[in-house]
RNA sequence: GCCGGGGUGACAGAGCGGCUAAUGUGACCGACUGCAGAUCGGUUUCCUGGGGGUUCGACUCCCUCCCCCGGCACCA
């Protein structure tokens, strides 16, 4: 089915179509490594996971950047307040970044790009726009970019400048001719770490980096840049700006998706609020696969509201599609060929699907496709239930596995070898014989044992089937 | 003030110009059952923020008002 995307730009869906075949490009917004990891970062970059992934899962031959801000304000402040060096604290929190992006299962990103190995580009850029007459240079060294020189200013936040508010939230800072032009270069104050460049010593300002990373890896233009909602004025604003004004070349980006934020009790989540949610902590309480079915039971642009209570419920619901998954799992060790219910069980399989598909290729509707896989736990259990047959249990297996990877759930416990199969087949069919016998004692000892070890039971109409944890 | 996104059952949250308005959680009843677990069936609550319009028909499109969230110039 083909993608339809919403994009921030044009404010509609649109037909997905890459610029070059079906390569696809795609830029994300990556985070500046000077404190712990959060419950924001982590559903901006599950959702784009699950972008890249459902991509390539239709067979586009996608790129995933993301860049990684590691010289900062925020990074100096950090400095300053530590006495540690500037890459110590990106090394640090980087590192952490990427443990807890494991866990989460974000494994999509193809290259992280860190602005400090592009300062050549960014010079270079720099110096194209001064050249081009769309950048000044301020008497202390750091250099600006003029907004008015940009016709297209504001039409991707729709914001018209005399309707803006300067200051509304930070200091206008009073160099700038203007106070929308923002920074492209700024100089060095003593002490701070600094690169030299043709207006002295300084370091990047926060959006050039962006644009200088995604030229040097993919030119001029570009398919799909995301991000956090909270970016797109004026940091997205900023990258359109400079890359057309430096390149020519329009659109700079052909899709702009943004990602709702999370909440806490309907409040932003932050430090100064208290109700500031490192992944970390909430990996104490909950499992990486539960935090992640959280993160995609919401359309990515929607808000969420982190609250323990929303939590339990999502670690409720996602219990009961991993245990289908299980369920299937193990009746696939013991269902004869074929079953009462394999017509009933494939037409479902076929249909969730199909239907999987429809909901994920209309803006990656991933809550949407989530209820299709509930409709489908429901048809899988009463299919067995009724009797399955292992070729078109096989089926349904599959189909949990291809939805599985694109959603990044369903990870399968590491199976055992054959042998350990056989090994519990043969306690299990012990156990059956104490049961028969009404030795509820040892067959409850023998449950209780294999539970320990991660080996469930359950006594079903048709027999005992046992699962993996 | 301006820009963007929203207001749907107890809660969370989809959808679509007309099908009993998904799905999950919760609650209740039933089936299965040595116990446990899992599962299945059923019931429960919204006619979709207020008002107006377009239409044979709107939750869905348009206008207006109210309310909530985010942004407004270095926050994912």
Request: glycine share 8%; with cysteine; net charge neutral.
């Amino acid at each position: 089915m083909a993608i339809r995307v919403y994009n921030s730009l044009t404010r509609r869906k649109e037909a997905f179509a890459p610029l070059h075949g079906n390569r696809v490009s795609m830029f994300v917004c990556g985070l500046t490594p000077q404190d712990e990891t959060h419950m924001g970062h982590a559903k901006t970059y599950v959702a784009f996971d699950v972008v890249a992934r459902y991509l390539r899962h239709k067979g586009f031959h996608v790129f995933y950047l993301q860049n990684v801000t590691d010289i900062e304000d925020r990074i100096i402040d950090k400095m300053k307040s530590t006495g540690r060096a500037w890459n110590d604290i990106v090394g640090q929190y980087f590192a952490e970044y990427l443990g807890v992006m494991a866990r989460l299962q974000c494994t999509s990103v193809d290259v992280y790009a860190f602005a400090t190995d592009y300062i050549d580009e960014i010079v270079e850029q720099i110096e194209g726009l001064i050249t081009k007459g769309h950048a000044y240079r301020a008497d202390d060294g750091s250099v600006y970019f003029d907004t008015t020189t940009f016709s297209g200013w504001g039409k991707l936040s729709g914001q018209k400048v005399e309707e803006l508010r300067p200051g509304a939230r930070v200091a206008v800072e009073e160099r700038k001719r203007h106070p929308a032009d923002f920074v492209l270069w700024r100089a060095q104050k003593p002490g701070e770490p600094a690169w030299d460049s043709p207006w002295g010593k300084g370091r990047p300002g926060w959006h050039i980096e962006d644009t200088a990373i995604t030229i040097r890896h993919f030119g001029p233009q570009y398919d799909l840049h995301g991000g956090a909602t909270e970016l797109l004025f004026p940091h997205h604003e900023a990258e359109i700006a400079q890359a057309e004004s430096y390149t020519g070349v329009t659109p700079f980006v052909k899709v702009w998706m943004h990602g709702g934020m999370v909440m806490v009790k309907g409040e932003e989540m932050h430090k100064s609020l208290g109700n500031y949610w490192p992944v970390t902590a909430a990996l104490k309480l909950y499992e990486p696969e539960v935090i992640r079915f959280f993160l995609v039971n919401v359309q990515y642009r929607g808000p969420i509201d982190f609250t323990p209570e929303l939590l339990d419920e999502a670690k409720r619901s996602y219990e009961r599609l991993r245990e289908t998954v299980r369920t299937v799992d193990a009746e696939r060790r013991r269902a004869p060929e074929s079953g009462k219910a394999d017509r009933e069980l494939r037409a479902a399989t076929k249909k969730a699907l199909a239907d999987f598909d429809a909901a994920m290729s209309d803006d990656f509707n991933t809550r949407e496709a989530i209820a299709v896989l509930f409709d489908f736990a429901r048809a899988a259990n009463k299919a067995i239930e009724t009797g399955a047959g292992r070729a078109a249990l096989d089926e349904t297996a599959a189909a949990f596995r291809t939805v599985g990877d694109i959603l990044g759930l369903f990870l399968t416990p590491a199976a055992g070898a054959d042998r350990v199969d056989g090994l519990v087949d043969v306690v299990v069919a012990l156990r059956e014989d104490a049961r028969k016998r009404k030795d509820f004692a040892a067959a409850d000892r023998i449950r209780d044992a294999l539970g320990a070890l991660g080996i469930v039971l359950e006594d079903t109409r048709d027999g005992v089937r046992w699962k993996r944890k």
